[in-house]
């Protein structure tokens, strides 16, 4: 797929646009904010918000963050746990197709 208007955005970068909406909604926190509340770099946060992480020779690489990152972006933005939001952006994430699996295996691993 491709990312030019008119045709249909790729699952990353539509799944990216969901977490900046949500983001708008919830008072658009700064990208500090929301790095400071997952305890990590506001890259991961910038990455996960466009849909890109870098590779390790400074190329870029549109990859899925993992569930772990993307729940903590979510809870960092709502400020709740509920089971039901947890529910509603687990699907969300899982709606990718399988040849987007490939994680964001550069972006720092958030604590236990």
Do not use: I
Request: proline share 6%; aromatic share 6%; glycine share 8%.
């Amino acid at each position: 797929m491709s990312d030019q208007p008119g045709s249909s955005p790729e699952p990353r970068v539509a799944f990216a646009a969901q977490l900046r909406d949500l983001r708008a909604q919830c008072g658009k926190p700064t990208q500090q904010e929301l790095a400071d509340a997952m305890h990590c770099g506001r890259t991961m946060v910038s990455e996960m918000l466009t849909g890109r992480c870098q590779g390790s020779v400074g190329t870029a690489r549109r990859r899925f963050p993992t569930w772990k990152q993307a729940w903590a972006l979510v809870t960092a933005c709502a400020g709740s746990d509920s089971k039901e939001l947890e529910e509603r952006w687990r699907a969300r994430w899982l709606g990718r197709p399988a040849e987007s699996w490939m994680l964001c295996d550069t972006a720092k691993q958030l604590p236990d």
